[in-house]
């Protein structure tokens, strides 16, 4: 499978009056072509940092990439100008962002901002733009496209607001699509709907997905692989089915616990107890050490190494490697 998108030790933090926030701490992944990899976590724990990272929207101040490579394609983003990543964006990687209900501009018609991007990034006529347009609506479900561009975001409910955004990120026929929280505030009608609507959108168009979610009933539907995030890391990265039915990590383990399940009685829901780590004065060690039912001692001192369990399957965690609890007793022995 050919790589289209290579995060490797990816740092980004905030400037703020009472200190620094590392929001994003040596974050690794990457991305296949025709793939979707979601990334699961608290909120809080970097998830939307690393995907605005991507894009290079971090406000700079306070934000800023203090370290790492984002790989797009052979193309270091990270070094890339401003007027390099106009272009990539939306022609080549798209995003969708959290709340539709803010992402569409009330004074424009639905028509003028979906062409807007055709017309920027392509060298086509208002009259092909505009026939792209019905095109992308017709794909995205909306009725009646023709009469429906020339209405305005208040006129569309918070379902048809998410497809007009989700066809806009389309448009331009991107290789990347990252979607941030597609589903938050739908009803779960909606949702299914949306999900469906990736799936098909995939198939057709072959767009590789990143989809930043909490919710684990949207990874089960559409992921094919999964990466766990916790205070600013990835703590484990597998298939869909070894993160479901083989979790390593505890947290990983919590996560998976604490999601509602009609096979069983409501008294066995476990919620993670605690809070994540102040992001100001990090952890040392495994930053989930303080809400971990497991955690040694070693947890607290030393940050775990990264133990490979199969080709597809990574978790940084100490109870998962007995060669790394020997290496790290020792180094603590002689502190």
Known sequence: MEKILNVKDLHVSFKTYGGEVQAVRGVDFHLEKGETLAIVGESGCGKSVTSNSIMRLIPSPPGKIT??????????????????????RGLDISMIFQDPMTALNPTLTIGSQLIEGLLQHKPVSKKEAKLKALRMMDLVGIPNPEERMKQYPHQFSGGMRQRIVIAMALICDPDLLIADEPTTALDVTIQAQILELFERIQEKTGVSIILITHDLGVVAKIADRIAVMYAGKIIEVGTK??????????????????VPRLDLREDTL???EGTPPDLFAPPEGCPFTARCPFAMEVC????????????????????????GKRVAASAIASK
């Open 241 to 258: 089915r070894e993160i479901f039915y083989n979790p390593q990590h505890p947290y990983t383990q919590g996560l998976l616990k604490s």
């Open 270 to 272: 476990i919620p993670i």
């Open 67 to 88: 370290k790492g490579s984002i790989s797009y394609r052979g193309q270091d983003l990270t070094q890339a100008t401003e007027k390099q990543m106009r272009k990539i």
């Open 300 to 323: 607290d001192k030393i940050y775990p190494f990264h133990s490979k369990l199969t080709a597809t399957h990574n978790v940084e965690c100490w109870l998962q490697d007995e060669r």
